[in-house]
C-alpha cells in the first residue's frame, strides 16, 4: 500500500503540473528514473504471480474487447498502464485517483488472463514456473513439486488465486499470505491445464505415495504403554506367534441365523472383504449351496439334514429340530477340513427338498459353516475360531418376510403370519439358545427415533464378547465407558429421522460384552465417512475402508442403516481372526 | 433349467408353484393332524419361499440370464462379437 501511495503522489505530482515543457521533462524524467507501470505492479509484494503483459499485445484493441463494459474508468485505466499521460484538463480528487489504481489493477488482471493462454504468455509463466516462482505443494508425498496459479472462477469478485500441483491433481492457497488476496479471475480456470498440454514434458509422474494414518491400534490391537519397554514387549510377542504360526490352517467361521434373516446378504459382505466373488462350484450340481471364492468356501448346514422333506412331513418334525441334523457327519466334515483336508459333502436340494449326491469340497484358507445350528453341538462349536449370531427381533422379522413373501402367489398377510407362529416353539427351543454361545451377536430391532411400524428403519446393535484373544471390540470414544452420541448437527446435517449412536458395557448370559448400536439412516456418502471417522478399533486398514466397502456393496439390503455398517465391521474383525491366527497378512481389496 | 446350470425365471416360477402347493398342504395338515406335523408343514412352506427368494436374487445377479448379449456368448463362445482380449 505505501508503494502505491507513493505512486499516487508521484501522479498527483505529474497530473497538476500544467506546462508542456515542464511535462515533457517530467516525462522524459520519468521514463528514465522510474519503471513502467506493468513492471512496478509486477514487482510489488503479493503480485509474483503475474508475468508483464507485452504492450503491443495491450495495444492491440482486438485483445481488449469486452473489457471496457467490465471496469470501471476504462480510458483512464489503460492510459495508467501504458504510461501515457492522461488528459492534462482532467483534475481527479483523491478518492477517485484510488478508484482508478484500483481499475487499472483489474484491468490489467484481465488482460492478463487473455495473455496466458497465448504462446507468448505461456512461454512467460513457463520460465516462472522453471523458477518454483508460484511456490510448491504443500503436501509431503508430492515431494516438493512447483505448482502453477490457478483461478476457480473466471469472474472477478468471485474468489482468490489458488495453486495447482500436477502431481496430486489438486488446488491449495499460495504459500505466501500477500499473494492470498488476488483474484483468480487474472488467472482463469484453464491456464493450468493448458500450460501442461502445451508442455506435456513437465508433467510430473501421478502421485504414488498414499498416506496411511498408523495409530498404535492398527499396528498392533493388544493395548500396551507407549513407552520404549511397552514397544519392545509388544515386538518380541509378536516374534514369538510367527515362531508358533500354524502354516496352512484353515480358519472356521460359523454363522446362525433363522431362515429368511439376512444370512446371505452377511455372507456376501463377509466375502467381499477378502475379494473375488463367491460362486457355486464351477461344474457340479447347480442347486449347491455352498458358495467358494478365493480366499473363502460357504457351506451351508442344511447339507447335513439326515431328514430330507418327506422324511420330515413323515415324523412331523421341523428343520429347526437337532434331529433333523446329521451331527456327527457335519462334525467329521468341519474337522477334515480344518485339517486340510477335501470333504464329499452331501447336497441338500431346497427346490425338490431331496438329499443329492454329495459333492468334494477342498479344505480352504477360510471356512465359513452358515444355518440353523452351527454352534448347536460341542464338538462342532470347539471347531469354530469365530462365532457370529443374527438375532432379528419378532416385529422385524415379520416385516421382512412380508417384504420378501408378499408379492408371491399364494402368500397372504394370514399365511406369513401362521408360518412365523408354528416355527417359533422350535426356534425358541434350538436356536435361539445358540446365541449365548456367540462372539459377536447382531441384534435388529425397530427403530426408537420415531414410532414406525413398518420396519423400514431399523436399530442394530453390535454385541462383541470382551476377552477374547483373537479380536478387539469396536468402540466409541472411549473404551469401556458409555457414550450417547448423535453426530448430525453443525459439522454434519443429516435428514430426517437421522442417527443415533449408543457405546457401553454390558452383560451377556453372564459375560462381559461392549455394545455398539446404530439407530437410524445413512442419507448421504459424508454421514458414513463422517461416522467411520468416529470410531475406533475398527479393524480398518485404512482410513475410508468401511466407506468403500460399504459403497462398493451399496446395491445390497441394509447398505444405508445399521445392519450393513455393522456387518462390514464383523467382516473386518473375521479378517483380523484370521490374520492373527495365519500370521499372514490380508491385503485389503479396492 | 438350461443345461449350462443358470438360474431363469422358469426355475423361479416352479418353486413359486410350489410354495403355492405347500401353503394349501399346511392348512390341510393343521386342521388334520397335531401340532407337530402342522409346524412341519408350515416350516416346509418357509423353506420353500426363502428358496424361491433366493433363485429371484440369483436370476437378477447372473449376467447371463438378463443380459441377452451375454446369453448370445454363452451358446456361440466363438462369435465375433464375444471376442475377449486380455491387456
Known sequence: MAARQGRQAANSVDLVSESDSEDSEDMSGSDADEPSWISWFCGLRGNEFFCEVDEDYIEDDFNLSGLASQVPYYEYALDMILDNEPPADVMLTDQQHEMLENAAEMLYGLIHARYLVTQRGLNAMLEKFKNCDFGRCPRVLCDGQPCLPVGTSDLPGTSTVKIFCPKCEDIYYPRIDYQCSIDGAYFGTTFPHLMLMTYPMYRPPKATGKYVPLTMQTLNANRVRATPAGLQARSRARVCRVQAAKDGKTVVIGLAADSGCGKSTFMRRMTSIFGGSAKPPAGGNPDSNTLISDMTTVICLDDYHCLDRKGRAEKGVTALAPEAQNFDLMYEQVKAMKEGKAADKPIYNHVTGALDAPEKIESPNILVIEGLHPFYDERVRDLLDFKVYLDISDEIKFAWKIQRDMAERGHSLDSIKKSIEARKPDFDAYIDPQKKHADMIIQVLPTQLVPDDEGKILRVRLIQKEGKKLFDPVYLFDEGSTISWIPCGRKLTCSFPGIKFYYGPDTWYGEDVSVLEMDGQFDKLEELIYVESHLSNTSAKFYGEITQQMLKNSSFPGSNNGTGLLQTIIGLKVREVYERITEKEVVPVS | ?87
Open chain 2, 1 to 87: 433349467m438350461r443345461s449350462s446350470g443358470h438360474p431363469s425365471m422358469k426355475d423361479v416360477e416352479e418353486i413359486e408353484k410350489k410354495v403355492e402347493q405347500a401353503i394349501k398342504d399346511a392348512d390341510t395338515t393343521c386342521k388334520e393332524s397335531d401340532a407337530a406335523h402342522c409346524a412341519a408343514a408350515w416350516d416346509n412352506v418357509e423353506e420353500l419361499s426363502a428358496a424361491a427368494a433366493h433363485k429371484k436374487v440369483a436370476v437378477q445377479n447372473d449376467p447371463i440370464s438378463t443380459d441377452p448379449l451375454e446369453q448370445f456368448c454363452d451358446d456361440n463362445p466363438d462369435a465375433d462379437e464375444c471376442r475377449v482380449y486380455e491387456d
